[in-house]
């Protein structure tokens, strides 16, 4: 993280940095700057309380001491685990879809360094729960997951996302949306352990499953499964 990098906001400016993002996002969800920005705006209280829980977990403070970063160096050989490892199957994930964890934008509107870090890590374990819970990268996955990331980190940006999501779905999307999905998130988000407190990183090598089961993981279930 570098200093330099980070702007420092009055009061003003990030109520209109927080509006402007919100109007953009929602004209074009596709705009994880704009995303970017909304979260970080609006998530000051949440990012602190993240913090304050991530200190009192011995994994948490792990993360916050050594401060990891999910970027192509340090993550590069989840590519070579076995096939049911967690880390081969953030591998696949990523390269199925072809992103690179170094595409995220950095943070920019964070006073302090702590809280800077809180916010990048949140936005760059994105894919590893993305992983987990068995979501696509779809609207209606992406909208799942941000229902999933409010319940862990109460930020305002996740709600409003969820919001602008929707209001772009087609009516048969919006019935799966609501019908499947949704119950759902909400169900798993309150299950799972505190992902904020987990140093992935250390787990990569453990079987899929089993990280699941040890973080009370709900994968999403077919839309058949719904009414089971």
Known sequence: MIEGARVRLKGWQ??????????????????????AALGE?????????????????????????ERPRVISANVGHAWDLPPNTFGAAYAKFMGSRNFSPDDRPPVRFMETEEVAYVATRAREVHDFWHTLFGLPTNLIGESALKVIEFEQMLLPMCALSVVGGTARFSEKQRKLFYQHYFPWALR?????????????????????????????????????????
């Open 188 to 228: 798993a988000g309150m299950r799972c352990t505190d992902l904020m407190c987990v140093y992935y990183e250390r787990h990569f090598e453990d079987d899929l499953e089993d990280v699941r089961r040890r973080w009370g993981i709900i994968p999403a279930p077919p839309p058949q499964q719904t009414a089971t």
């Open 14 to 35: 990030r109520a209109a940095v927080a509006v402007g993002s919100a109007v953009g996002a929602l004209l074009d969800p596709r705009r994880a700057d704009l995303i």
């Open 41 to 65: 705006t609006t998530g000051k209280p949440a990012f602190e309380s993240v913090l304050k829980r991530m200190k009192r977990s011995p994994e948490g403070r792990a993360v916050l001491l």
